[in-house]
């Protein structure tokens, strides 16, 4: 292995072993490692991956991994940054899911996420304000993103918010510009699996078809994917469904991507064998999507209808991401703990150049301590 894949592994599994707090959160931590400590492409083009990632199915912040992946070490990097950024939390969850299954309850780990979650807001506010200087070039800008921070407050879907900011904002500068130069066009590449599945037994085959069916369609947050793994599991007679709703928490208070709940599920139904193929299958869609887009993003950076497309979709990702921090702080900042934490977390983010990643570890420590004490 090279020596810009050893960077890229070591990088990402780091960030795997840390990432909590939701896609938000994991992108706030990867403008930190790869923008400010170790420049390996520039803050625009950082956010013009945020705003294409955001436009297609899959986890959001991993497919973010694979991109800043293929950006270092080309397509082997792709891969690399993807495994390991998934492999730690597929690991714990595995492990987790034995437990589950030989004891039937959860590990009390409560009190260190209690720490986790305030700390993980000052981290996004921080992405936020460096994203959204560069986002926000114009005053028309500045204004599409208040428009999709309302709309996204109000409950607009993130990918309707996304694509008509898009839209709009294309039309809208391309008028403006008055522009008769000819305009590079680049055929949208549309991948869809229709795979009906009725599952009399659960193979690894079917298990697979099952994550890779929801792989592939899948937009959204956990609350998404409960819905779309309730009715390929639950409806069919698979899952309980407190024991899915154990899954999905499993995938929650654990570090990196949500859809690690595949590999606790895939345990439950067929062991290792299938926690195996289940994190395959759902995580395998990502891996072609952002193999077939990344080539085509500079292609769009030099066509200036696609320009102002990826500009207006850019605002609109860092308006989505402020939306989310308003909303998590109103669900968490409401006992005192929390606050202290958040302002401590806070300090640590803005005031000194500590790593994303000890401000997670001192807010788990926190956490921890308050719960414990009070």
């Known amino acids: ?94 492990a987790l899911a034995y437990l589950y299954v030989q004891y039937g309850e959860l590990p009390q780990v409560e009190p260190f996420i209690y720490g986790i979650k305030p700390a993980v807001l000052a981290i996004i506010a921080g992405a936020v304000i460096k994203l959204g200087k560069k986002a926000i070039k114009t005053t028309e800008l500045a204004i599409l993103g208040v428009l999709v921070l309302v709309a996204s407050l109000f409950g607009v879907n993130e990918i309707v918010a996304l694509l008509s900011a898009g839209v709009l904002g294309m039309l809208y500068f391309y008028l403006k510009s008055k522009s008769t130069s000819n305009l590079n066009s680049v055929s949208p590449l549309l991948l869809f699996f229709g795979i009906n599945i009725t599952v009399a037994k659960v193979s690894t085959l079917k298990l697979f078809l099952i994550f890779l069916k929801v792989g592939t369609i899948l937009y959204g947050s956990g609350y998404v994917l409960f819905a779309y793994l309730d009715a390929e599991l639950v409806t069919r007679g698979l899952l309980t469904r407190a024991e899915l709703i154990d899954a999905i928490a499993i995938g929650q208070f654990t570090p990196g991507p949500v859809l690690s709940t595949s590999t606790f599920i895939g345990y439950q139904l067929s062991g290792f064998k299938g926690a195996l193929v289940a994190t395959t299958g759902i995580f395998l869609p990502s891996f072609l999507f952002v193999l077939i887009l990344n080539p085509f993003i500079p292609r769009m950076q030099k066509s200036k209808i696609l320009r102002y497309f990826l500009d207006s979709v850019n605002v609109a990702a860092v308006a989505v991401m402020l939306a989310v921090l308003f909303i998590m702080a109103k669900e968490t900042l409401v006992e005192w703990q929390a606050i202290f934490i958040a302002f401590i977390s806070i300090a640590l983010t803005f005031k000194t150049k500590v790593s994303t990643i000890w401000t997670i570890v001192i807010g788990a420590i926190l956490g921890y301590l308050l719960v414990s004490l009070f």
């Open 1 to 94: 292995m090279n020596s810009k894949l050893k960077e890229v592994a070591l990088v990402f599994f780091k960030l795997g072993c840390f990432a909590f707090g939701g896609p938000a959160a994991h992108i706030a931590m990867m403008e930190d490692e790869i923008i400010e400590k170790r420049q390996w492409m520039t803050r625009e083009y950082f956010l013009d991956l945020i705003g294409t990632t955001n436009l297609i199915p899959g986890p959001n912040s991993t497919e973010m991994t694979m991109h800043c992946g293929y950006e270092r070490a080309g397509k082997a990097g792709l891969f690399v940054a993807g495994i390991a950024f998934i492999f730690p939390a597929t690991l714990i969850t595995a």
